[in-house]
Structure formats: C-alpha cells, structure tokens
C-alpha cells in the first residue's frame, strides 16, 4: 500500500466515523460527562487530568453545540486521522520506504483500540497526536545533525518538540514516556542523537508550556498529580502474575492480533542482534513502556490503554517487521482490523445488540445514564426538592450533563475525608449554602432521626449500567449529611 492510496483509506474511515458519530445512541461514559463539565470552565488542570482534553471539548462545541453529544466527541476521529498521517511521515523518514509509510498509516488508523476510541472522547487521542508530532520532530532534528546544510531548519524543529512535548503533557501525564525512551534510544545508538542544544531548548520551552499546569497543581494541593500518583495504587511488593497476563493478552485485543504479534517478533529479532538499526531504535521507543505497564500490573494494576503511547513506535516497528518476513499478515491485520474498524461505530449506531444467546447489551455501560437522570429529576420533582446529592461519580456526572438547563442543583455528599473525584473536590454539599433539604441517592438504606427526613421508594433499574442494582432515595434534612 502507498502512502497515498493509505491516506486515502484515512479519509474514508475518518468521515465514516463521523458520519456515524452523528447516528450514535450510546449515552456520554462518566469520564467524557466530567470532561464535558470542565470544558464549560476552562482552567490549566482539573482534578484527575491536565486541561487539554477540556480546551478541545471547548473548541469543537464552541463550533456547533456546547450540548450535543456529537460535538463533544467530534475531535476524536479529526485526532486520530491527524496522527495517522503523522505516523506516514514518521515510517517514511525512518524506514525510507512509501510502502512501508502507507500500511503504518494503515495499521493506524484501523486499530482496534483506535476505533474504539474514536466513538468516544478521551485524553488519549490528543495525547497520541502530539507524541507522534515529537517523535516525527525528534527524527527530523537528528537527520539535521548528520546533514549540516540543514541547519537552518534544525532550530524550529526543536521549538515545535518542545511545543508538542509540553502540549502532549497538558494532554496526559503519560507523554513524559517520550523523553525517557528518546533519552534511552539516543543512548544506544547514534543515529537516534539529536544537538544537546536542541535537546536543552526543547526541554526548556516544554517546560515553560507546562508550568501554569504546575502552578494550577500548586494552588490546588497537587491535585491532579495527586490522583496520578493514587492510581498507580501501589502498596507494597506484590506479584500479580494473572493482572500482568491480563494486560498483555489485553494488548492482543487493543492493537491487533497480527499486529502485537509481529511487534513481540520485532522484539526478538532485536533481542537476538539479528534487528537492523531502525528495528533496535523502535524496538527502544515502544516495549520500555509496554514493560513498565506490565510491572506496574505485577504491582497493583493496569488498564488496557495505559500502554498506548508505545504503539506510536510499535505500529512503525510491527509493520516494518511484517514487510520484512510475512507479508500477507499485513493484508490479514487490515482486514481484521478494518471488521472492527467497520463494526464499532455500528455497535455505537445501535448500542441495544447483545452477544447470541445474551440479554446484556455488549455497550451495557454507556447506556441507561441519562434514563436513570430523568427517573431522579422526576422524582426529586414529586417531592418537591430541587438539589440532588449522590455520593456515585457516575450518577453525579450523568446529572450534572442531563440535568444542565434545568432548575437542579447537583451536589455530591460530604464525606469528611479528602475529595475521591472532582465533585468531591468542586461541588461538595455545604448546608451554609445549599437548600436544607435534599434528594439523597445512596446505594445502602439511608436511615436519619432528624425532622425533615423521610424515606422515598427506591429504584431499581432494568437496563443500563446499573441493570438489577438497588439506588435508595431518601428526602433528607442537612443535618444528615453532615459526616
């Protein structure tokens, strides 16, 4: 495949995903609901993640509506083909070749992890689009340090990588995982080295986009850096051979199992000093992170995306891998690939299809959100209250959204400890401000002696995400709720 008949391949998926973003029935996930909500106040961080994933929410409802759903999520798929491109320019630099160029950008743009996330937002899709920026930039300053009449350019080069590693960061944390490998490779081998003076300033000016980040952190307890660090969730040495399993056959599932395949053999060629130099440079700039992660799964725990930045590099590298040694693996992962790059949005389109022989549908936890919102403004409205206390993240993003042009007042329940999620953090219940008496959702009877507070019939929901859970509502007075 060429570059150009791949690029080609880009657009059309591109404007698939879109075309069926706009027919998608699936109701917003608890994280893009918090995303939503801090877009409508942009800030340089936020609770849980740094503050790009709001700026863009922001820019593309700004373009056409600050409540549609299809907005909200719009700049994923845009995202993901502008790193697909990248991704051509990245093989064609390193590899020389346009058939190699094109299936990467191929292989890319019909991930399974990729069209997955492509239906929904996530600050993985900024994230991934500056990563390949800075490696493409880091592979463009290190030509100009072998080829001295390209000087004049190398000086750009290395602000738009420090740019794209300070913007990459305000996406995710998890970009630091760039200079680290970038470090490791040009440690090893020279062709990966780039001028110590581009390296400084890049450094330097990543560091100066970073900083009101840093200084949001500051202000607000380290939060942000705070939650990174309790996420990683370690105490103590532990050995959780069967979560490491889990998160590698997981990595079958996100990028392919062609594609993981021909990476782990890229691995081994490397491994066996029977890799060429663009092979070790590869192998060096993606499988540090996939072994940390698995580390990080032996020790607590791991999800299935935490790895994705390896697969800037891995793609490159697996495809490369498959050129070289089986060739119609590349054509077997694209048909794979592209089944699931075709089915996604279908789900999405008609999220109520359930597994043969199933009765839960398989996008079961990105339904029924709105539903259960409704069923609690209802009931809220029977008993004459109008704020709303939950102590459940998900049911307090779903009606923070839900509910966001009518007369509610949201409120999540004191707890008296440190805030476990941005509610918490921003929109606790406080009694010398909120109305005296409340709709309590609590997921355990609620029992208070106090004057005011009465138990209301609980709900049970029948579908969706909380299908045969219990929620117990309770008109609850202040005193109540104060821990």
């Known amino acids: 495949m060429t570059s150009r008949r791949a690029a080609l391949l880009i657009l059309v998926v591109t404007a698939y995903r879109i075309l069926m973003l706009a027919l998608d029935r699936t109701d917003l996930f608890v994280d893009e609901a918090q995303y939503w909500m801090w877009s409508r106040a942009l800030a340089f961080g936020y609770y849980s993640k740094p503050p790009m994933i709001a700026w863009t929410i922001h820019a593309t409802t700004a373009l056409g509506g600050f409540q549609s759903l299809f907005w909200i999520r719009l700049s994923s798929p845009l995202l993901h083909a502008a790193t697909a491109a990248l991704l051509i320019a990245l093989a064609g630099r390193l590899t020389g070749s346009d058939r190699i160029a094109g299936w990467t950008g191929a292989g890319f743009i019909t991930l399974p992890g990729v069209a997955l996330s492509s239906i929904f937002i996530s600050t993985d899709t900024a994230l991934l689009f500056f990563y390949a920026l800075a490696m493409l930039l880091t592979v463009r300053l290190a030509e100009c340090r072998s080829q001295p009449e390209e000087t004049r350019t190398s000086l750009p080069l290395a602000g738009g990588l420090g740019l794209s590693i300070g913007l990459g960061l305000l996406s995710k944390y998890a970009m630091v995982y760039f200079p680290a490998t970038a470090a490791l490779a040009a440690w090893r081998l020279p062709q990966a080295r780039i001028g110590w003076r581009h390296a400084a300033f890049a450094a330097l000016l990543a560091l100066v986009v970073l900083s009101p980040n840093l200084i949001w952190n500051a202000h607000h307890g380290g939060a942000t850096l705070r939650h990174t660090s309790d996420n990683i969730g370690w105490t103590g040495l532990n050995l959780h051979i069967g979560k490491a399993l889990e ?8 990028v392919g199992p062609v594609l993981f395949g021909a990476m782990i053999v890229g691995l081994c060629r490397v491994a066996r000093r029977s890799g060429n130099p663009v092979e ?17 799964a032996l020790m607590s725990r791991a999800y299935a995306n935490w790895a994705a930045t390896a697969y800037v590099a891995g793609i490159v590298l697996a495809t490369l891998t498959l050129t070289n040694g089986w060739q119609r693996g590349l054509r077997a992962s694209l048909a794979i690939n592209g089944a699931v790059t075709l089915a996604l949005p279908l789900l999405a389109a008609f999220p109520q299809t359930t597994v043969p022989g199933g009765q839960t549908p398989i996008l079961a936890r990105y339904l029924g959100r709105s539903a259960l919102s409704e069923t609690l403004a209802a009931r809220a409205k029977q008993a004459g209250l109008t704020t709303i206390v939950a102590g459940n993240r998900d049911i307090l993003a779903d009606l923070v959204y839900t509910l966001r042009d009518r007369p509610f007042t949201i409120r999540a329940r004191p707890t008296g400890a440190p805030p476990l999620n941005a509610y918490e953090q921003d929109m606790t219940y406080d009694p010398a401000r909120d109305a005296p008496r ?6 355990k009877p609620f029992a208070c002696a106090s004057e005011g507070t009465a138990t209301l019939p609980p709900i049970q929901p029948t579908t969706g995400y909380l299908r045969g859970r219990t929620l117990f509502l309770s008109a609850a007075s202040a005193r109540c709720l104060i821990p």
Do not use: D, K
């Open 247 to 254: 998160f590698l056959a997981a990595q079958f599932g996100v």
């Open 438 to 443: 409340v709709l309590l959702i609590t997921e």
């Open 280 to 296: 070790r440079q590869l192998v060096l700039l993606s499988w540090p992170i996939i072994g940390l992660i698995v580390g990080q």
